[in-house]
């Protein structure tokens, strides 16, 4: 059975005195048997680790260490407590022109480090009102997703790129088509398919959860603007527990 995850994507929003959220979502949630995953700024990694909580960065560098201004290396995210990172998010893909073909190293840099890459993926607006939505998926499963990849160290979020942030939702049926596409994909070409856990995301809130659960393959969500409080994020995590 794949693993139930809510997962929390803080975007580069977060300081010191956000972990206040963390401790309130501890308070309702600290014994949850579902997996939350919280994916702060790298700031705050190591200050989350007296959380309940699994820790995730939101992207990694290809290589483990080097001359690269800026960035931060998977084994640095393991280092400082996390334990998933988030590769692909179309964010990255669109500001610093992410590929397929990087992002799959960046998942493979995940796993020689013994994280869990959490990988994105998701059409536009322009290819969904083209009919290539699925063309799309297939093309960035194929191109984003090491064939080292399999259900433990894996994690695929289905988040189209025109439900982040702007909150619309595509239909169920619109979802159920995408993950079940997404489950056929991962269990032709991998032994564990039926096994990976496969998130939706973009404009998830507590009032649309629980529709979005109740989805065939949808196995819980990457939130974003809904994860930055407890008082929004807890009640997304209180419909997964119970879906
Ligand atoms: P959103 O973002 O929930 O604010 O739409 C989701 C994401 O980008 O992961």
Redesign the pocket.
């Known amino acids: 059975m794949p693993r139930k995850i809510a997962a929390g ?1 803080w975007k580069m929003n977060g300081v010191q005195s956000t972990l206040a959220e963390l401790r309130t979502l501890e308070d309702k949630h600290g014994d949850a048997d579902i997996a939350i995953l919280i994916c702060p700024p790298f700031t705050l990694i190591s200050a989350c680790e007296d959380t309940p909580f699994d820790i995730g960065g939101q992207d990694c560098h290809p290589e483990d260490a080097g001359a690269h201004t800026g960035d931060i290396s998977a084994e640095m995210l393991a280092d400082a407590g996390a334990s998933y990172v988030l590769v692909g ?1 179309s ?1 990255r893909r669109t500001d610093h022109g992410e590929t397929d073909a990087l992002v799959a190293t960046k998942a493979q840099a995940a796993y020689d480090a013994g994280l869990i890459a959490v990988i994105c993926i998701g059409e536009t607006l322009d290819e969904r009102e083209g009919g290539n939505t699925l063309d799309v998926i297939d093309a960035q499963l194929e191109g984003s997703v090491p064939a080292t990849a399999d259900a433990l160290n894996t994690v695929i979020a289905y ?1 189209p790129v025109w ?3 702007t909150g619309k939702v595509p239909t169920t049926q619109q979802i159920a088509e995408v993950h079940s596409h997404i489950r056929t994909r991962l269990s032709d070409r991998f032994a564990d398919g039926a096994a990976f856990s496969l998130l939706y ?4 809130k507590g009032s649309n959860a629980a529709d979005i659960f109740a989805v065939p393959h949808v196995n819980g969500a ?5 994860s930055l409080t407890a008082q929004d994020f807890s009640p997304i995590i209180a419909a997964l527990e119970e879906a």
Do not use: K
Not at 201 to 204: A, F, K, L, T
Not at 222 to 226: E, H, I, S
């Open positions: 994507n998010h964010e988040e439900a982040i942030g995301g973009g404009s998830v990457l939130v974003g603007g809904a």
